[in-house]
């Protein structure tokens, strides 16, 4: 059974950087993919960047592309979740999510069965 626990989340000024980790038991989907996903009040689950574990392609949102970076340290068994120049619309509770098969949409919660239990950045003066 798939487990994922998230770390790293907290309050940061804008155009401050934190790192997310998510830590990962039971994953053994080789075609899989692991995400992180962010909500925020009054808005849906939002797909912020999905790593593809047969090759290692990264996918980001266009919100986030270039500040943002998602790495999967296969030693730790951790998945990360890179962050710089943090904006105060990057608030929301962050998730590590992970799919037995995400592709061609791999951005899309839908396709995500397991999921963490989030962790809170706050982006604000």
């Known amino acids: 059974q798939v487990q994922l626990v998230e770390s790293g989340g907290g309050s940061v000024q804008p155009g401050g950087s934190l790192t997310l980790s998510c830590a990962i038991s039971?994953?053994?989907?080789?075609?899989?993919?692991l995400g992180w996903f962010r909500q925020s009040p009054g808005r849906e689950r939002e797909g912020v960047a999905a790593?593809?574990?047969?090759?290692?392609?990264?996918y980001y949102a266009a919100s986030v592309k270039g500040r943002f970076g998602i790495s999967q340290d296969n030693h730790k068994n951790t998945l990360d979740l890179s962050m710089i120049t943090l904006k105060p619309e990057d608030t929301g509770v962050y998730y590590c999510?992970?799919?037995?098969?995400?592709?061609?949409?791999?951005?899309?919660?839908?396709?995500?069965?397991?999921w963490g239990q989030g962790t809170q950045v706050t982006v604000s003066s």
């Open positions: 790593f593809y574990a047969r090759g290692g392609a990264t």
């Open positions: 999510a992970a799919a037995r098969s995400c592709m061609p949409r791999p951005l899309d919660s839908v396709n995500y069965n397991n």
């Open positions: 039971g994953y053994t989907y080789s075609n899989g993919c």
